[in-house]
């Protein structure tokens, strides 16, 4: 009977001890699950608090502090990179200004030029500099427009727009210049596409959109109107040097993919993708046997 007892009571301090353990687990599962719980809380609401453990375990408290030391070091970069980027833009800012002074007096000197008697050889070097002049021009009302639409808080005025009108209000305009640089135009027609967008960020987009083609392409440009999920205009024309796999790093700023796409800047692209996305829409590029596609997704009007 004593005997019986030992075991007994053997048993009974295994099975308190088993229990103890398994609440112990259970409760050091549950911290981890809550540590998983204020990780994804911080990454859906954007938050900035610590990560906090409320058992006393060495290894738990140890991750914990590591945890929230990468979470500080992550914070400090991201704080960094946001003070580098805004002085970078305004940077970009001060210089367009800078440049512009001098660029007016050089082209007020090329209209005095005009006036006098240049012979034939003069008056085609003068033309090869006002080209010049004026792609410098570009290039400065890109560098301050990207930094203003990505520095300013957007006032977008989201409303009811005809598409079609503005792709063809845009392209009328443009004929001059696409005729001049001996390019035509195939404009798809389809019913009229309302979308809901800003009219005036969207003539920007397809001006963009012109001015890129004008810039890079070789040959006709197709221009199409598609509606899927969301209104599609899209630009197709034909390239050299570029690879498939460079499609979307386009959008990057200052990102012109081979020399002849340089004397852009790698911008006018940039702004077409961040006017798109304040709008809630989205850009794509394909490159497919020489043929660049930029498609820019807006949302389409549904009222």
């Known amino acids: 009977m004593e005997g019986w007892s030992e075991v007994n009571i053997v048993v009974v301090i295994l ?16 911290q981890l699950r809550k540590i998983n719980l204020q990780l994804e809380k911080r990454l859906r609401e954007h938050t900035r608090q ?19 030391k990468y979470l500080k070091v992550e914070e400090n970069i991201r704080l960094k ?12 800012v001060n210089i367009s200004h800078d440049l512009r002074t001098p660029l007016t007096a050089i082209k007020g000197y090329q209209q005095l030029m005009k006036r006098e008697e240049l012979s034939q050889e003069q008056i085609r070097r003068l033309k090869i500099a006002e080209k010049h002049t004026e792609d410098l021009e570009n290039l400065i009302q890109h560098f301050f427009e990207y930094s203003y639409l990505s520095n300013a808080e957007p006032m977008i005025n ?3 727009t005809n598409l079609n009108s503005l ?4 392209l009328v305009t443009f004929i001059p210049y696409l005729e001049e640089n001996k390019l035509s135009i195939q404009l798809n027609q389809t019913p009229s596409i309302f ?7 969207v003539q920007r987009i397809i001006k963009n959109l012109i001015h890129n083609c004008i810039q890079h392409s070789q040959g006709q440009i197709q221009v199409s109107l598609l509606m899927e999920e969301n209104a599609i205009i ?20 200052f990102y012109t993919g ?36 930029i498609r820019v997704s807006l949302p389409l009007y549904t009222n």
């Open 15 to 30: 099975i308190v001890i088993i229990l103890v353990l398994v609440i112990y687990i259970g409760l050091m599962q549950l």
């Open 195 to 201: 979308v809901l967008a800003d009219k005036h960020l």
């Open 167 to 170: 792709v063809g209000e845009c």
């Open 81 to 92: 990179s946001i003070r580098e980027d805004k002085k970078f833009k305004e940077l970009i």
């Open 234 to 253: 899209s630009f197709k024309n034909q390239v050299e040097n570029l690879t498939a796999n460079e499609g979307e790093r386009l959008f990057e700023r």
């Open 50 to 68: 610590p990560v906090s453990v409320e058992l006393i375990n060495k290894d738990i408290n140890k991750l914990t502090t590591i945890v929230n």
């Open 158 to 160: 989201l409303e009811r």
């Open 258 to 293: 081979d020399q002849a796409r340089s004397k852009s800047g790698g911008l006018g692209l940039s702004i077409v993708k961040l006017l798109a996305e304040q709008m809630g829409g989205s850009t794509q590029a394909i490159i497919q046997n020489n043929t660049l596609e």
